[in-house]
């Protein structure tokens, strides 16, 4: 089994930063692609950032210059790093990661169980 474990959420003001954190354990063969998507209330779920295992990184128009997404492959864990928080980035956020338990398995898609981030004005 694979398990993605976020921490980091919290309450912050608007201007304030928070970092969280995603770690993959159980039986891990490969990590592939990792990211972040948040959903707000009353809204579909979006990507917020992918770093793929080479470091090539993808964010979403809305945070671009203000979270930074980083990686450790040795932890198979991932982080995001969120400065200049806005209320409009208050919502649930959740961990993403795709996974190979071994050679004879496909890449699996999984997900954390989401971190609530708030940003008061």
């Known amino acids: 089994q694979v398990q993605l474990v976020e921490s980091g959420g919290g309450l912050v003001q608007a201007g304030g930063s928070l970092r969280l954190s995603c770690a993959a354990s159980?039986?891990?063969?490969?990590?592939?692609?990792m990211g972040w998507y948040r959903q707000a209330p009353g809204k579909q779920r979006e990507l917020v950032a992918t770093?793929?295992?080479?470091?090539?990184?993808n964010y979403v128009d809305s945070v671009k210059g203000r979270f930074t997404i980083s990686r450790d492959n040795a932890k198979n864990t991932v982080y995001l790093q969120m400065n200049s928080l806005k209320p409009e980035d208050t919502a649930l956020y959740y961990c993403n990661a795709n996974i190979q338990r071994g050679t004879a398995y496909p890449l699996t898609n999984y997900w954390g169980q989401g971190t609530l981030v708030t940003v008061s004005s």
């Open positions: 159980g039986t891990i063969f490969r990590v592939n692609i």
């Open positions: 770093i793929s295992s080479r470091g090539n990184i």
